[in-house]
């Protein structure tokens, strides 16, 4: 593989143009780098960038090149994302592609229950003569899909049109579920489309930054950087529940009650309400229902508020006093403390909300902006053709059906009217038997699903399980008859998408080892095996499928068909959608949504949406009396640890067995000293954890990290009933 050695502009002005003299101080020249120290075998004979396959934040890697392929890494200095930072995961993404227990052929289980290794024919033979027998048998809904937020959206795209429209399996969701579907929803609901509005230089362009249910500094690290570089001395106003990293740098923390948030959030309005706080102009113009939300808010006066989040009086009018201020610019952002809630989509439209009736979108430094959990759950979201058709359509509507016919030049009949079913109604599905077959695609199930027990029991009772996955070993592969050995980040080429939007490139630069294949082309072997593959011919290269998926966004929200290729992505440093044939102009560098007030509903207005809370699923009672709030340990780990676990560098940053956070005064009630071996135990399972006594959790709760595979025994499977996204943040 020869790689491309990218150019760069050679005065920075791009950058300067964007971030301001600040910005000099952070780009290096190669020259820069200090790399003439290092051993022969590991200097560099070229560089590339390619885009991080961890997080949505989308940092931009340079890729230090020896005979075409990676000996290194370093942040890429003038990506607009990242600007020469990265954090843990990032500086290690090539170590993890080097574990012994990567899959480097297919396993097979055999009549003894062993997996055994098999050639690639054999493997696509028996995952189409499994998976077509179940169908034959049991109908179009005994087969369905797992995917991923992980992979290229190119893949994405290939493994949705595969499946749905080439094997004809009806049900198909991803892992996005469990991070994003609140905000897909909210925004959906409220704006007109799934469109976070923002761009991250409104970090540091906003006066008050309001973060709720985000722990930044760990779970986003480049973006906390991103606020360290506002020069207008905001206000960092915490909503959460913990006194997270992120809430002890803050200038503000309010520790309200677990599950409190959509009391909070009307308490507020109502606070801004009584003092006059709404941009009655921007109401009037751009949204609807405000006169019945205010109406609404009499329900929650201060008195409500205080009892209910269990904050103070003096607090929260502080808190309103300052957003009271209209010659503040205030941002609003959320990630998962929101989206994992039993109704988080409600939450998630009372940030929305607020943002509208103080006129707080569209505008440098504000917005109701929901940060997104994986590299590639943007692109999801768009095109990976489960709960939504290709390009944000609706399986539902005969037009969109027609409209992706025609530009994938493939029968109208293949395209189902129905939509798919969600992550846990396929789960349902299975354990009902109706499921026989399920296809998981690089996305940890049996580890990261809620109330792990019941699903483990679920997965037994499958006829045949396929997994595709960088490793072999992970909790789900373990149960799977059927192992499909997948290349990772960096052995394969195609686009992610990231939290503002943005389409960058990400590339191959390493071989995969063994026999292990990118995911595209492991589609492409399963389409012959089972007989549809003609219809995939157009889909040849990640390239071919960019062209189509450009001609899928023509006309919709998220078009992007003004990027020319991938060169033009490359050389541009990502650009954002939309990005329009005719209208984009390469000069304009950001591209922040409804700055003209106008949204996607058909009336160009947003909505004012809200609901009465209700009571928490699962609370504390004499049996078990604590709350147990879950979350990211440290910026070191990833979700299940499949990757991050493989590397000796980031092993070092955190605990290696699980840990439980408990307030000291509940340790000392419970007579039990810091690193005792403590039972936890919830009504669905058990697990024994190092006991951290701390005051970042206030008595009567306790944490414990998501990333550890003991954590979903204890979670309660309560679901958002709009969103369908698991409530893994209390129980
Ligand atoms: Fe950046 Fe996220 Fe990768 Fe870290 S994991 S380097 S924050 S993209």
Known sequence: MKPAIIPRPADNSLLRSRFGPLTRELVLQPADFGLGHLPDRLRPDAVTESVCGFCSTGC?????????????????????????????????????????????????RDASGRLRPVTWGAATAAFADRFRTIQRQHGPDSLAWLGTGQIVTEELALLGAVAKFGMGIRHGDGNTRQCMATAVTAHKESFGFDAPPYTYADFEASDIIVLVGSNLCIAHPILWQRILRNRRQPEIVVIDPRRTETAMAATRHLPLRPKSDLVFFYGLARLLLDRGVVDRAYVERHTRGFTEFAAFLADFPLERTVRETGLGAAELNGLADLLADRSKRVSFWW?????????????????????????????????????????????????????????????????????????????????????????????????????????????????????????????????????????????????ADLVLPAAGWGEKEGTFINSERRIGRTRKVRRAPGEALADFAILHLLGEAWGCGEHFRRWSSPEAVFQLLKKLSAGRPCDFSGIRDYRHLEDALGIQWPYPKFNASSEERERRLFSDGRFFHQDGRARFIFELPRPAPEA????????????????????????????????????????????????????????????????????????????????????????????NRLTHPSFDPYSRQPAYKSC
Request: a neutral charge; charged letters at 20%.
């Open 335 to 479: 990630t998962m403390g929101v989206n994992q809630s039993y109704e988080g989509v409600r939450v998630a439209q009372a940030i929305i909300n607020l943002a509208l009736m103080t006129g707080n979108l569209g505008r440098p430094g504000t917005g109701a902006n929901s940060i997104t959990g994986q590299c590639n759950a943007m692109g999801s979201r768009l095109f990976s053709n489960t709960t939504n058709l290709l390009g944000g359509r609706e399986f539902t509507h005969p037009d969109d059906r027609a409209e992706v016919a025609r530009i994938l030049a493939l029968p109208e009949t293949l395209i189902p009217a129905d939509n798919s079913w969600p992550y846990d109604r396929i789960i349902e599905a299975v354990d009902a038997g109706i499921i026989k077959g399920l296809w998981i695609v690089a996305t940890n199930t049996a580890h990261s699903w809620i109330h792990q027990r019941h699903l483990r029991s679920v997965l037994g009772k499958l006829e045949f399980l396929v997994v595709q996955d960088m490793y072999h070993t992970t909790e789900t592969a373990a149960c």
């Open 620 to 711: 504390p009672d004499r049996e078990y009396p604590f709350i147990l709030l879950t979350g990211r340990g440290t910026s070191a780990q990833w979700h299940t640890q499949s990757r991050t676990a493989k590397s000796a560098v980031l092993r070092k940053l955190y605990p290696e067995k699980i840990y439980i956070e408990v307030h000291p005064d509940d340790t000392r009630d419970l007579g039990m000293a810091a690193g005792d071996a403590v039972e936890v135990r919830s009504r669905r399972g058990a697990l024994v954890a190092t006991l951290h006594p701390t005051t970042t959790v206030q008595p009567g709760q306790v944490f414990l990290p998501m990333h550890y595979a003991e954590t």
């Open 60 to 108: 931009s890697l340079r890729l230090h090149l020896r005979d075409g392929a990676a000996v290194g890494l370093t942040p890429d200095p003038l990506y607009p994302v990242n600007l020469g930072m990265a954090c843990p995961k990032g500086w290690e993404s090539l170590a993890v592609l080097d574990a012994p227990d990567r899959a480097t052929r297919p396993l097979l």
